[in-house]
């Protein structure tokens, strides 16, 4: 029996027990990124990503050129899909932080009652304003390349105060906890993205996915088309190059290895279709994101 439940992936982030914060300040052509949850608060920034699809918890909100969003809670899943986003010029900055980072003496003092509020508020999501976004846009666009990491702290405590002052930002989930089906609201399409999010390591033949939903193989095709817009292949392809930038993005394992545990079956497959998909090789990939990152 196949279990239906949307699967989650828990994120174990670069962030370690002596930073204050990690940030990555990224150019990207789409969003491949799997819908996830992870420990740490996060503040995520997106630019000329008109058209894109952000769910937290159980919102869904297609989003403008720009948008910004706190996250605080640990069981919150979130996603930025493509949807219908054309943009080849997306930029992404995620700053992730503990909540370790204001101790209780500290986040108590009343200097700081509308961060507090504000990062208490967030563990539903919370989505600011265009007006909140310019207010802050100078710090947070430039806070990458800040040489000076003490002055870099004090930057993202500005970013934060100011955005703790918005008097419009808007509540996503309606719970922390909340728990968002992924992209359809269609049980047969939502039951095979589910198997192949959870055995895209293992060959699946397209057979084997019709006979799960007690469908014809060419009809279940059309039907996955039609409901999602991809066919199936290139959505298993989409789940399993996913999982491939994250491994290099996220360990120091051997391209070799992120091949086998992405689900494909050889390394030239596999660094032929990244390059194909990605416009670099695993390799280019993983040099360039870690050029462009920085831990503070």
């Known amino acids: 029996m ?30 491949t990124y799997p819908i ?5 608060f996060e503040l995520n920034f997106t630019e000329h990503a008109s058209g894109a699809k952000r769910i937290v918890g159980d919102s869904s909100e297609v989003i403008g050129d720009y948008d910004l969003v706190l996250i605080t809670s640990k069981d919150l899943e979130h996603v930025w899909e493509q949807n219908n986003c054309t943009s080849k010029d997306i930029r992404e900055i995620t700053i992730q932080f503990s909540s370790d980072l204001f101790f209780k003496s500290f986040v108590n003092k009343n200097q700081f009652t509308s961060i507090r509020k504000m990062l208490d508020a967030a563990q539903k999501g919370i989505a600011f304003s265009m007006s909140s976004i310019m207010t802050v846009y100078p710090l947070l666009t430039t806070l990458a390349t800040e040489q000076q990491g003490f002055y870099a702290v004090i930057k993202f405590l500005t970013i934060l105060y100011e955005l703790s002052l918005s008097t419009d930002m808007r509540i996503l989930s309606s719970s922390p906890f909340a728990k968002n089906g992924v992209e359809s609201d269609n049980w047969r399409v939502q039951k095979v993205q589910d198997y ?6 293992e060959e699946i033949r397209l057979n084997q996915l019709a006979d799960m939903v007690g469908m014809a193989s060419v009809s279940l095709s059309r039907f996955f088309k039609i409901r999602t817009g991809k066919n199936l292949m290139d959505y298993i392809l989409d789940v399993r190059l996913g999982y491939a930038t994250k491994l290099l993005v996220d360990s120091t394992q051997s391209i070799a290895d992120i091949c086998r545990e992405s689900g494909f079956n050889n390394v030239s497959n596999f660094n032929r279709l990244f390059k194909k998909y990605k416009q670099c090789s695993p390799k280019e ?12």
């Open 285 to 296: 990939f993983r040099e360039n994101y870690r050029k462009q990152k920085i831990v503070i």
């Open 36 to 40: 996830h949850s992870h420990s740490e």
């Open 196 to 201: 192949i999010n959870v055995h895209y390591t």
């Open 2 to 31: 196949i279990d239906s439940t949307p699967q989650i992936m828990h994120e174990i982030t670069p962030l370690s027990e002596r930073d204050c914060f990690y940030i990555a300040d990224r150019k990207k052509t789409e969003f």
